[in-house]
Structure formats: C-alpha cells, structure tokens
C-alpha cells in the first residue's frame, strides 16, 4: 500500500489554476513536515513547497507568489493550490515527507499529472 495518494491533476489552459490533494492512510500530517515536488520527464524531483506540523508553510523560488500550500489535518489532506499556470508547470506532481535532497526520500507514490496547454 503506498503512503501517498495524490489527486487534481489534468488538463489546464495557460493562466488557469488547479488545487492538487494528497492523502494518505499510513502518515499523519499534523504530526509532521509535509511537502510537494514535481518531476520533469528525465529530470529528478524538485521540492515545491513544504508545510510544518504547526502549518508554516514555505517556498521555492520557483513557485513563490503562484502556489499556495496548506494542510487540512482533520482531513489528513495535504494541498497545492496553484495559480498562473504556464507550460512550464507542465509535469507530474508529488507530495511527500519534506527532504531538500528528493531523491533520498522514498516511498514515492503515484503523482498526479498537470498538463498546462490549450
């Protein structure tokens, strides 16, 4: 049984926005740092943005002032809203324990994947 489950993805047009969700029946999330990565074809993962047990959330660069983290712990739902979308958010998205090093983190699920195209 895989730790994550991430749901939303699809097909959106530049501009638009898509709320991505993670869940998962194995890990808490109130407990625990909690992250979003997205992984290119042929490219390792990279970490998005992360949420704090106490729900501080952060930032990459890359995705700061476009993508919102947050965290419904009665839920145990872990979300990335995301805004603005261009061709370059075009990729599979995850979510995960927070590790600044992707690929030293396991138990990978399925992701879920944005197209961002007309």
């Known amino acids: 049984q895989e730790y994550f489950l991430e749901s939303g993805g699809g097909l959106v047009q530049p501009g638009g926005s898509r709320r991505l969700s993670c869940t998962s029946s194995?890990?808490?999330?109130?407990?625990?740092?909690m992250a979003w990565y997205r992984q290119y074809p042929g490219k390792e993962r990279e970490l998005l943005a992360h949420?704090?047990?106490?729900?501080?959330?952060n930032y990459t660069d890359s995705v700061k002032g476009r993508f919102s983290i947050s965290k419904d712990n009665a839920q145990n739902t872990v979300y990335l809203q995301m805004n603005n979308l261009n061709s370059e958010d075009t990729a599979r998205y995850y979510c995960?324990?927070?590790?600044?090093?992707?690929?030293?983190?396991?138990?990978w699920g399925q992701g879920t994947l944005v197209t961002v195209s007309y």
């Open positions: 949420i704090t047990a106490e729900d501080r959330p």
């Open positions: 194995r890990v808490i999330f109130s407990r625990t740092t």
């Open positions: 995960n324990y927070y590790g600044d090093i992707p690929r030293y983190l396991s138990d």
